[in-house]
């Protein structure tokens, strides 16, 4: 299968491309190689049969008319997007940009294409999403595909709008859709600005380790490699016109995963006093919801799929690669933002 991923140098895209390779799909990467992405990400299969690189945005009308007729496309996976929420409270323009005019001008070159090729009942437009656009959940019940949207942040409003986008492209002009919400990704190349690096690394550093709130947050946790192949199950297997629920089965209040990875960090890496002593409570973001679960069922049940990592074996092999991997995060701590409290609105 010949693959189209958007973003395929950033953290979840990236994890795509890799595996997709290592199945044997042909791979064209189209990244605009914006402050979270990295080709150090996809070096592993830079030299790979019938991968491609194309740097790119997905904006560029022209460039994805080219892009179309020179590789003829299976499927798209789209996978390019701002995400960071607490950039999205501090400029939420470039999300809007990227995240809705980027995916419309993306879904018209693809539907354009898809018309020259006579309309083949194969071909596929996967877009990929997040849980956040559902909104916020209390102490019990999951998200289902038929949850309602309620987006609470300008990522997740920009998300949203994307996901309606796609959906419509399906149901106003035929195009073969399938569309995946994810939850929480974590594990190697993810960008150091996120909540899993940033405990690691400051706790390497010894530096104050952020917790917003009281840390009573709840997320439920997804290895990215687990990500990566349930998102290519997806692609190959998905029903058209059919979304599904990506979820890891790991749910953890934030302050137990901070623990956790602390623990983890005094055994990998001991610093001679516990690294739980580094934790710090600071303001919480704006609009920050309380708990995202979701409900897997119809993974499990159409494609036989279901997460293969735990949190805690999860998060042993993401510290890990974070101590055998100076190289590649230090390269990146420069880069605008990183390291800095983003979100805290006026």
Known sequence: MKLLVTGGAGFIGSAVVRQAVAAGHQVINLDALTYAACLDN????ADAPGYTFVQGDIRDS?????????????????????SHVDRSIDGPGAFIDTNV????????????????????????????????VFGSLGATGQFTEDTAYDPRSPYSASKA??????MAWHHTY???????????????YHFPEKLIPVVILNALAGRPIPVYGAG???????YVKDHA??????????????????????????????????????????????????????TDRPGHDLRYAINPARMRGEMGWRPSVTLEEGLRRTVRWYLDNPNWWQALQDRDGVGQRLGVGP
């Open 42 to 45: 996809v070096a592993s299969v």
């Open 62 to 82: 022209a460039l994805l008319e080219t892009v179309f007729a020179d590789h003829a496309p299976d499927a798209v996976m789209h996978l390019a997007a701002e």
């Open 101 to 132: 005019i980027g995916t419309y001008t993306l879904l018209q070159a693809a539907r354009r294409f898809w018309d020259r090729q006579g309309r083949p009942e194969a071909f596929r437009f996967h877009h990929i999403s997040t849980d956040e």
């Open 161 to 166: 709008a994307s996901d309606h986008l796609v």
């Open 174 to 188: 035929g195009l073969p859709v399938v569309l995946s919400n994810c939850s929480n990704n974590y594990g190697p």
């Open 216 to 222: 009573e947050n709840v997320r439920d946790w997804l």
């Open 229 to 282: 192949d349930a998102l290519l199950t997806v692609v190959t297997r998905g029903a058209v016109g059919r979304s599904y629920n990506i979820g890891g089965e790991n749910e953890a209040r934030n302050i137990d995963l901070v623990r956790m990875i602390c623990d983890l960090m005094d055994e990998m890496a001991p610093a001679g006093a516990p690294h739980d002593r580094l934790i710090t409570f600071v």
